[in-house]
């Protein structure tokens, strides 16, 4: 199926069985998450491992996000996430590498600067809600940020390159929880997949959580992040971003 025929089935799904809320509602929350990353990245040049050339491992982060949800038939529900993805590592050049223009060889120290920070814009609708849930709609990862790597060659010169990180990229969003009646317990997941023109996304977390009766709660589980980029802003990746978070949420 591609990428249109599945988008539209989507588009049918979700106004065929609304079940918008029945009040306005506001959930907010605030994730740390601590992840391990893998994978290799290349910029007008051979593959580069995070791991054996950038000395990349692991790193912790902050999520936000808000969504509004309200009762109007037809109109979707929204949400929007802020995600802080970016750190700094050092390491020593397992092979020979080229990066935007650069020239690193073997055994040189190396710096990586990298920003994965993205917004998320997600428009969905309820199709169940009780205590079964189930949300289905269409989100956009839209990315401000860069990659920049820097080396001390052998001879004590000085070298880096960075290259920009600045588009968007569509995606399907589902969420499923289920509810634990009268206890504020509930376990659920989200799942999104996304392509465009030859960059591959997918972000899937899991998790269980509680919420009292006054709306605070907590929320605990594990994410997948992985960026399969082609040629993004002349960037080119196979990451995986994977951990577990934790979460305080409000709903009123």
Same mark, same amino acid.
């Given at each position: 199926?591609? +990428?249109?025929?599945?988008? /539209?089935?989507?588009?049918?799904?979700?106004?065929?069985?609304?079940?918008?809320?029945?009040?306005?509602?506001?959930?907010?929350?605030?994730?740390?998450?601590?992840?391990?990353?893998?994978?290799? %990245?290349?910029?007008?040049?051979?593959?580069?491992?995070?791991?054996?050339?950038?000395?990349? +491992?692991?790193?912790?982060?902050?999520?936000?996000? %808000?969504?509004?949800? *309200?009762?109007?038939?037809?109109?979707?529900?929204?949400?929007?996430?802020q995600v802080?993805?970016?750190?700094?590592?050092? @390491?020593?050049?397992?092979?020979?590498? /080229?990066?935007?223009?650069?020239?690193?060889?073997?055994?040189?120290? /190396?710096?990586?600067?990298?920003? %994965?920070? *993205?917004?998320?814009?997600?428009?969905?609708?309820?199709?169940?809600?009780?205590?079964?849930?189930?949300?289905?709609?269409?989100?956009? +990862? &839209?990315?401000?940020?860069?990659?920049?790597?820097?080396?001390?060659?052998?001879?004590?010169?000085?070298?880096?390159?960075?290259?920009?990180? +600045?588009?968007?990229?569509?995606?399907?969003?589902?969420?499923?929880?289920?509810?634990?009646?009268?206890? @504020?317990?509930?376990?659920?997941?989200?799942?999104?997949?996304?392509?465009?023109?030859d960059d591959?996304?997918?972000?899937?977390?899991?998790?269980?959580?509680?919420?009292?009766?006054?709306?605070?709660?907590?929320?605990?589980?594990?994410?997948?992040?992985?960026?399969?980029?082609?040629?993004?802003? &002349?960037?080119?990746?196979d990451l /995986?971003?994977?951990?577990?978070?934790?979460?305080?949420?409000?709903?009123?």
């Amino acid at each position: 199926m591609n +990428k249109f025929k599945l988008l /539209t089935a989507t588009a049918l799904l979700v106004t065929s069985g609304i079940a918008n809320a029945d009040t306005l509602g506001v959930y907010a929350g605030v994730e740390r998450w601590d992840y391990d990353l893998d994978g290799n %990245l290349s910029s007008l040049g051979n593959n580069i491992d995070i791991n054996n050339d950038l000395g990349l +491992k692991s790193d912790d982060n902050i999520t936000k996000y %808000l969504a509004f949800e *309200h009762p109007v038939p037809l109109l979707p529900n929204v949400m929007i996430r802020q995600v802080d993805l970016r750190g700094v590592s050092n @390491g020593n050049a397992s092979q020979d590498f /080229t990066f935007s223009g650069i020239t690193v060889n073997t055994g040189d120290s /190396t710096q990586l600067a990298y920003n %994965l920070d *993205h917004n998320e814009y997600t428009l969905y609708y309820e199709i169940l809600d009780n205590w079964v849930n189930l949300d289905l709609g269409l989100s956009a +990862k &839209q990315f401000d940020g860069s990659v920049f790597i820097a080396a001390n060659l052998g001879s004590n010169a000085a070298t880096s390159a960075n290259v920009d990180l +600045k588009g968007s990229v569509p995606m399907l969003y589902g969420k499923a929880q289920f509810d634990l009646p009268f206890t @504020g317990l509930s376990a659920g997941g989200t799942v999104q997949l996304g392509q465009f023109n030859d960059d591959k996304l997918s972000d899937i977390q899991a998790y269980i959580a509680y919420e009292s009766d006054i709306g605070l709660g907590i929320k605990a589980g594990y994410r997948i992040f992985e960026l399969e980029f082609d040629d993004f802003d &002349q960037l080119n990746s196979d990451l /995986t971003i994977d951990g577990f978070y934790a979460a305080l949420t409000f709903h009123f």
